[in-house]
């Protein structure tokens, strides 16, 4: 059964540092994975997907990258600014369920000014 | 732009009600996708349909039921609703597979917390 994990649970860094999320999965016939972010009390935003033949990609300040042997994703952000404040999701599409995402519990990221 | 929409931001029922929460897509997406998200939990899938009238459990379903008359909504059901059911409830949609469909996002709604009292 695909398993994601995500780490940390929880990051607080001040205003201009460049950060790292991690993301963990347990098998890697997968179709994509998927990053998201999500404000307090709203729906997901999608904000990178990388496809698994991709090793990249980037949006702004964004920038994923996946380790499909390896099981394993980061999100980088550079330059953190306050309104990135938020809680950040990786999702895996597994290639045995066709449509459906697996996800992690999350990394709430807090951005100090 | 990609528009996921949910009929209720806020919604307050009470046990025993039957509780009927709409997700409307204007994609055109074959899947839709309902989930409930609650804290420690994460998002756990409910219910999905890849095509009209056609539905697939999710890992839980009990105690929700779903309908899927049209292409572009899709309805998840508290045939009678519990206290255990308070929750924020996410509705998603994406193209259907294979590729490169499957390499499209899933899109979500704006969510719908519900508490049962």
């Known amino acids: 059964k695909q398993e994601v994990t995500q780490i940390p649970a929880a990051l607080s860094v001040p205003e201009g540092e460049n950060l790292v999320l991690n993301c963990s999965f347990t098998d890697s016939a997968i179709y994509n994975l998927q990053w998201f972010r999500q404000d307090p009390g709203k729906g997901l935003t999608s904000l990178l997907l990388i496809q698994s033949s991709q090793r990249e990609q980037t949006s702004g300040r964004l920038n994923a990258s996946l380790d499909k042997s390896s099981g394993r994703s980061t999100l980088y952000i550079a330059a953190s600014q306050p309104g990135d404040s938020a809680t950040y999701l990786c999702?895996?599409?597994?290639?045995?369920?066709?449509?459906?995402?697996?996800f992690g519990a999350g990394t709430i990221l807090r951005v100090k000014s | 732009d990609v528009k996921v929409t949910q009929s209720s931001r806020y919604l307050v029922k009470r046990t025993g009600e039957k509780v009927f929460l709409e997700c409307v897509q204007d994609?055109?997406?074959?899947?839709m996708f309902w989930y409930r998200q609650d804290p420690g939990l994460g998002l756990r899938l409910i219910y999905f349909s890849y095509d009209v009238k056609m539905k697939e459990k999710g890992d839980i379903p009990e105690g929700y039921s779903v309908s899927r008359e049209k292409k572009e909504r899709f309805s998840l059901i508290l045939e009678s609703a519990s206290t255990n059911q308070t929750s924020m409830y996410l509705c998603?949609?994406?193209?259907?597979?294979?590729?490169?469909?499957?390499?499209?996002?899933?899109?979500f709604g704006d969510g719908t917390r519900l508490s049962i009292l």
């Open positions: 998603a949609s994406s193209p259907r597979g294979p590729l490169p469909n499957s390499n499209q996002p899933q899109h």
């Open positions: 999702a895996v599409r597994p290639l045995k369920y066709g449509n459906k995402l697996v």
């Open positions: 994609m055109d997406h074959e899947n």
